[in-house]
Structures are given as structure tokens and as C-alpha cells.
């Protein structure tokens, strides 16, 4: 199994920057998929970024594209996802995951860690 743990959220201004960082423990993490989940109050859980074992491969959603990125660093099991130009819609609580596939569906996910919220001021 994985356990994962996101922290490096907070309170940002608009137009800030933020990196996420998403840390693991658990034998073979490096063979995991990864992806970045958010949800704001009273709406469904979006995904937001993934990317495949090799790093090599990533993928985004609209709503981010050309401002976040996500990386990992297997050596220090560690996913991050560096959020530049940040708006007020990006405010939500973040959620790392790990599964088999670096898709945007949740349930393909079967490891998940708390979340870290993430506010960005107007």
C-alpha cells in the first residue's frame, strides 16, 4: 500500500505562486501514477494534473494548463505540482493520489492522502 501526504498549501494573492508537494511512503511509489485533485466548497472534485511512473508523460486539465505543473522526484518520493499564476478559482483543497494510471478519474485512484488547502486571495 502507499501512504500519502500533501503539504506546502496556504494563503496566496492572485497572480502568486505555490508548490504543492505530495510525499510518499510505500514500497515500489516510483511504479505509481499520480495525479492532483481539487475541490472547493459545495463543488464536485475536479482533477487537475497527472503524471505517468517515468515523469516522462504528464497531463492536465484545461483549467490549469500553461500555469501548473506537475512533477515527481522518485528518489525522494516526492510529487509536486508548482502552481504559478494563481486566480481566486483556483481555491480549493488539493489532493494527491496514486494509482495504476495517470487518468482523470478518481476512482482509478486508489490511494489518496488528506489534502491541503490552498486559498487564493482577489
Known amino acids: 500500500q502507499v501512504q500519502l501526504v500533501e503539504s506546502g498549501g496556504g494563503l496566496v494573492q492572485a497572480g502568486g505562486s505555490l508548490r504543492l508537494s505530495c510525499a510518499a511512503s510505500?514500497?515500489?511509489?516510483?511504479?505509481?501514477?499520480v495525479g492532483w485533485f481539487r475541490q472547493a466548497p459545495g463543488k464536485e472534485r475536479e482533477f487537475v494534473a497527472a503524471i505517468r511512473w517515468s515523469g516522462a508523460s504528464t497531463y492536465n486539465a484545461d483549467s490549469v494548463k500553461g500555469r501548473f505543473t506537475i512533477s515527481r522526484d522518485n528518489a525522494k518520493n516526492t510529487v509536486y505540482l508548482q502552481m504559478g499564476s494563481l486566480e481566486p478559482e483556483d481555491t480549493a483543497v488539493y489532493y494527491c493520489?496514486?494509482?495504476?494510471?495517470?487518468?482523470?478519474?478518481?476512482?482509478?485512484?486508489?490511494?489518496w492522502g488528506q489534502g491541503t488547502q490552498v486559498t487564493v486571495s482577489s
Open positions: 510505500g514500497r515500489t511509489f516510483s511504479n505509481y501514477a
Open positions: 493520489a496514486a494509482g495504476q494510471t495517470a487518468g482523470a478519474i478518481p476512482t482509478s485512484y486508489p490511494y
